[in-house]
């Protein structure tokens, strides 16, 4: 399954962007998907996931009440909508997706991922 997140782009603090992930397996998301990012020297940290059943959500603190993870099913996407963004979100952001169903309280370590798209780079300038 090869996934792609796009989207990404320059903005100013305070901006919004939407990142996207689309895969070329219409069941990639079949149990789960999330977002994960990478700052220069810095670990890859989880933001956002979204699972099935139940489209449930769960976001990392920093960003929770600014971003917003969803799924449009008719396109086979997974957004990330990103609002009232802050220069410390610069990064460049991953989609990835679970091959099989895991608990919640497994899915937002990176470990638990199969697939992997290439990154979108978010710039946030101050």
């Known amino acids: 399954v090869q996934l792609q997140a796009s989207g990404g782009g320059l903005v100013q603090a305070g901006g919004s962007l939407r990142l996207s992930c689309t895969a070329s397996?219409?069941?990639?998301?079949?149990?789960?998907v999330g977002w994960f990012r990478q700052a220069p020297g810095k670990e890859r940290e989880f933001v956002a996931l979204i699972r099935w059943p139940g489209a449930t959500t769960n976001y990392a603190d920093s960003v929770k009440g600014r971003f917003t993870i969803s799924k449009d099913n008719a396109e086979n996407m997974v957004y990330l909508q990103m609002n009232s963004l802050e220069p410390e979100d610069t990064a460049v952001y991953y989609c990835a997706a679970h091959a099989r169903r895991v608990a919640l309280g497994s899915s937002r370590s990176p470990h638990t991922y199969h697939y992997w798209g290439k990154g979108t780079l978010v710039t946030v300038s101050s």
């Open positions: 397996e219409r069941t990639f998301s079949k149990y789960g």
